[in-house]
């Protein structure tokens, strides 16, 4: 399996969604206009007998003429959308084929370089991900902007997140609303109670105010719709209206909690990256856990053996990596500790009468003039000690 | 790569009929359009009745049934686009691993302090790179309260200066190079580097590419720079100085065209990371990135590995394994420490179980060892020797 196709499954699920998204808006916009046109026309058509007057025809004519207009510039622009997401796609598309470096670079040092260039980039993007995902738009940006790879990330999806998470967070709820009603019916395949959440959270707002009519008449309003699958928790908001504010039974006084808004919040990212298909945990993360379980070996949990140079034994990565699994090893794999270069036929292995084993191309390095060893490890001298083979399988 | 085609003809096949559409109904309104702007035309000619005739009516009603027909047609053509649409996302789904989550088997990242963690590391990978303003947001919106060790301090201020000449080396600026270069030339030279002399071809054919005009200029650049290099690298400065017969007739269009290619200015910034961190002793990969590269090749391995324990129904045996089930291959170059994996049991070594060395010089692991031993003899599985279990010795990598 390649690595592209491990890993690059959002990187083109998310503008495919918003061309079908732009698709079904201009399915939409075209059926409107046409119906419009259609309209005039009937209209029309109902005067349009032998002997009305001309000059009645003609206006009604105008009018057709310029529904025609509106028709003609409305299917033009939403078209285009749709053709301006499909490429945004291709752009996508294209990028990633180029990991695959067809074309053969004249040397190996361009090809090396090509590669780096594109696992950089790679990397950039799977951390603006990873901002985007946890609410860091401001970071998000600014490394796609200096990175200057903004075209191949979600930013402008993640822009209208931004925008109705800024409003919940001031207690607004309007332009959820509005994103709610942008995504009807998608949201209803994947049973999504966002909207129903809230209006619950409206009518505990009017309460809150002491605005108990207008609680009623929201609830009148807005809960109806929801009575199928909602009905318990309908019915549980409703005898809020009998609650002072201040009340300590649960589980009123858990509607009343204005944390319920920085949940609502969380209940919104959700649902947006079910809307695009994203997967609950960020490529990053998942990623970072693959690396470190790649790396992890015991060695980097005992402070004799750490490598300085090795991401597992550095501070941060050592806690992460602590709960998860070691990498596997069927074939030993031996580097000297004093040279760091590997052990095997050209550097065999050598054992110090202390049991320690360095490579035969250190031995000159911890030999003292007058023929004395000090081991680096265990800083024990050997006065000219008796240096064994050892034979790796 | 078949994946990136797959959808790529998909795509394609969408964006051509987009694009169809878009010029057919643009038409078609047109048509209808003018259709109408003519028949409200014809009625004004007609001053002479105020009143509509039924030949009028006829022409006029079988107008309108053709705009009907033509506007629905565009409409049910557009609907019918839907099918190649959904292809495309179709294609993706069978093409690309949504779900990759999977293969990590804990929720290493659920807590918050080591998302926490994480984001340090990521917010230290960019102040390696000299991004301090990304990292300084990223500071502040993931609320990273912990302070960063002056060690990597020092070492992101050093690399984010090696990195800051890299980039300008990328935009064709190459004083900065040239000025580190000279500074390091004895080092570069010790390690055999070809940087320097990369770096000053680059900027003789720098001054090449202004055209004859600067052809002087060239060649006092080369009289003060190659000499140096004459031992080395005489053909290349050879090639080189041919490259002036074309100067007045253009390089690009000569046998000296290689001489312009942009591969020259990737292979030198590529050189200069490598060297240039070689010199100083820093790593030209942040531990992060080393960590998510080795996770990128290990991903696709585990996942494939996930299909066939799933479509066996095996999957019950990743879990509570505190090792991975298979051997990730990466680069040796990022191999940090010694594993030593016993060749009887085929398994690492570990404190409990460590490597032991047979008097004959064989290291096999302590319970391969116990298995192997018969009382107060040990025959060596790997030659004749016979020796007494007592005699082997524990021993470190």
């Known amino acids: 399996m390649s690595e592209v196709r491990?890993?690059?499954?959002?990187?083109?699920?998310?503008?495919?969604?918003?061309?079908?998204k732009k698709f079904r808006l201009a399915q939409k916009t075209l059926d409107r206009e046409v119906s419009q046109v259609q309209n005039a026309a009937t209209e029309m058509e109902k005067c349009l007998k032998p002997g009305a007057s001309v000059g009645e025809i003609r206006k009604?004519?105008?009018?057709?003429?310029?529904?025609?207009?509106?028709?003609?510039?409305?299917a033009n622009e939403s078209i285009s959308d749709e053709l301006s997401a499909s490429y945004v796609c291709k752009r996508r598309l294209e990028h990633l084929k180029e990991s695959a470096a067809s074309e053969q670079p004249s040397?190996?040092?361009?090809?090396?370089?090509?590669?780096?260039?594109?696992?950089?980039?790679?990397?950039?993007?799977?951390?603006?991900?990873?901002?985007?995902?946890?609410?860091?738009?401001e970071s998000a940006e600014r490394l796609a902007n200096r990175t200057g790879i903004k075209d191949l990330t979600n930013l402008e999806i993640?822009?209208?997140?931004?925008?109705?998470?800024g409003d919940l967070r001031n207690r607004k709820t309007a332009k959820c609303i509005m994103w709610c009603n942008e995504n009807k019916s998608k949201l209803r395949k994947i049973n999504s109670t966002l909207e129903f959440q809230l209006r619950v959270q409206e009518f505990v707002e009017l309460i809150r105010d002491r605005n108990r009519m207008e609680a009623v008449k929201h609830a009148r309003k807005y809960f109806p719709v929801f009575e199928k699958d909602q009905l318990k928790e309908i019915c549980q908001c409703m005898a809020l209206l009998a609650f002072p504010v201040d009340t300590d039974i649960e589980p009123y006084k858990g509607l009343f909690n204005p944390d319920?808004?920085?949940?609502?919040?969380?209940?919104?990212?959700?649902?947006?990256?079910?809307?695009?298909?994203?997967?609950?945990?960020?490529?990053?993360?998942v990623t970072v856990q693959a690396g470190l379980s790649a790396l992890k070996t015991p060695q980097c949990y005992?402070?004799?053996?750490?490598?300085?140079?090795?991401?597992?034994?550095?501070?941060?990565?050592?806690?992460?990596?602590?709960?998860?699994?070691?990498?596997?090893?069927?074939?030993?794999?031996?580097?000297?500790?004093?040279?760091?270069?590997?052990?095997?036929?050209?550097?065999?292995?050598?054992?110090?009468?202390?049991?320690?084993?360095?490579?035969?191309?250190a031995i000159p390095q911890i030999t003292k003039d007058d023929g004395t060893i000090v081991c680096p490890v265990t800083k024990t001298p050997f006065t000219d000690p008796k240096i064994e083979k050892v034979f790796i399988m | 790569m078949e994946s990136c085609s797959a959808v790529e003809r998909e795509l394609d096949r969408v964006i051509a009929k987009f694009t169809d559409i878009r010029e057919d109904s643009e038409n078609v309104i047109s048509d209808v359009t003018n259709l109408f702007d003519s028949l409200k035309d014809t009625l004004t000619d007609d001053e002479a009745s105020s009143q509509i005739s039924e030949n009028q009516v006829t022409i006029l009603n079988e107008a309108f049934a053709k705009m009907r027909e033509k506007l629905?047609?565009?409409?049910?053509?557009?609907?019918?686009?839907?099918?190649?649409?959904?292809?495309?996302?179709?294609?993706?789904?069978?093409?690309?691993?949504?779900?990759?989550?999977?293969?990590?088997?804990?929720?290493?990242?659920?807590?918050?302090?080591?998302?926490?963690?994480?984001?340090?590391?990521?917010?230290?990978?960019?102040?390696?790179?000299?991004?301090?303003?990304?990292?300084?947001?990223?500071?502040?919106?993931?609320e990273i309260r912990t302070e960063f060790s002056p060690k990597v301090r020092e070492q992101s201020q050093q690399f984010a200066e090696?990195?800051?000449?890299?980039?300008?080396?990328?935009?064709?600026?190459?004083?900065?190079?040239?000025?580190?270069?000279?500074?390091?030339?004895?080092?570069?030279?010790?390690?055999?580097?070809?940087?320097?002399?990369?770096?000053?071809?680059?900027?003789?054919?720098?001054?090449?590419?202004?055209?004859?005009?600067?052809?002087?200029?060239?060649?006092?650049?080369?009289?003060?720079?190659?000499?140096?290099?004459?031992?080395?690298?005489?053909?290349?400065?050879?090639?080189?100085?041919?490259?002036?017969?074309?100067?007045?007739?253009?390089?690009?269009?000569?046998p000296y065209k290689h001489l312009m290619s942009p591969e020259l200015w990737t292979e030198a910034a590529y050189i200069f990371l490598k060297d240039c961190c070689n010199v100083l002793g820093i790593s030209k990969d942040s531990p992060l990135s080393v960590v998510v590269n080795a996770g990128c090749t290990a991903l696709p391995a585990l996942l494939n590995l996930k299909q066939v324990m799933q479509s066996r129904q095996v999957l019950g045996i990743w879990s509570g394994r505190d090792e991975l089930p298979i051997e990730i291959d990466l680069d040796p170059d990022h191999r940090y420490h010694s594993v030593f994996a016993c060749p009887i049991l085929r398994q690492q070594t570990s404190e409990d179980n460590p490597p032991m060395k047979l008097s004959c010089g064989h290291v096999i692991s302590r319970d391969a060892l116990n298995k192997l031993s018969n009382g107060l003899l040990l025959k060596c599985p790997y030659c004749p020797i016979e020796q007494s279990p007592e005699d082997a010795k524990y021993i470190y990598f």
């Open chain 2, 162 to 254: 090696v990195y800051h000449i890299w980039e300008c080396i990328t935009n064709h600026n190459l004083s900065p190079a040239l000025e580190w270069s000279a500074k390091y030339s004895e080092e570069l030279d010790a390690k055999n580097s070809p940087l320097e002399f990369k770096l000053h071809r680059l900027a003789f054919i720098q001054i090449l590419s202004l055209g004859v005009g600067a052809q002087s200029e060239a060649i006092t650049y080369a009289r003060t720079n190659f000499g140096k290099f004459v031992n080395r690298y005489e053909k290349e400065i050879q090639n080189l100085m041919g490259s002036l017969i074309y100067l007045p007739t253009g390089i690009h269009n000569s």
């Open chain 1, 302 to 361: 005992s402070v004799s053996s750490k490598n300085p140079n090795c991401p597992v034994c550095e501070e941060d990565f050592n806690e992460i990596a602590k709960c998860l699994p070691y990498s596997h090893c069927a074939q030993s794999r031996l580097i000297c500790r004093v040279t760091g270069l590997p052990l095997n036929e050209h550097n065999l292995p050598m054992m110090l009468p202390n049991g320690q084993i360095y490579g035969q191309l």
């Open chain 1, 158 to 165: 993640f822009q209208v997140a931004r925008e109705v998470e």
């Open chain 1, 107 to 137: 040397n190996f040092e361009v090809w090396q370089a090509n590669i780096d260039n594109w696992k950089r980039i790679r990397m950039d993007r799977m951390i603006i991900e990873h901002c985007l995902r946890y609410g860091f738009y």
């Open chain 1, 6 to 20: 491990a890993m690059e499954h959002s990187t083109l699920k998310v503008p495919y969604e918003v061309i079908n």
């Open chain 2, 72 to 142: 629905h047609r565009i409409t049910t053509e557009h609907r019918e686009i839907h099918g190649t649409v959904s292809k495309v996302g179709k294609v993706i789904d069978r093409n690309f691993v949504s779900d990759f989550q999977a293969t990590a088997r804990s929720d290493a990242l659920v807590e918050d302090r080591n998302m926490q963690m994480l984001n340090k590391l990521v917010a230290e990978h960019y102040i390696r790179q000299g991004m301090d303003d990304v990292a300084e947001a990223l500071i502040r919106e993931a």
């Open chain 1, 260 to 285: 319920r808004w920085d949940e609502l919040v969380l209940n919104f990212r959700n649902e947006n990256y079910r809307l695009f298909n994203l997967s609950a945990q960020s490529l990053l993360g």
């Open chain 1, 60 to 74: 009604l004519l105008g009018g057709v003429v310029e529904r025609l207009q509106v028709l003609k510039r409305k």
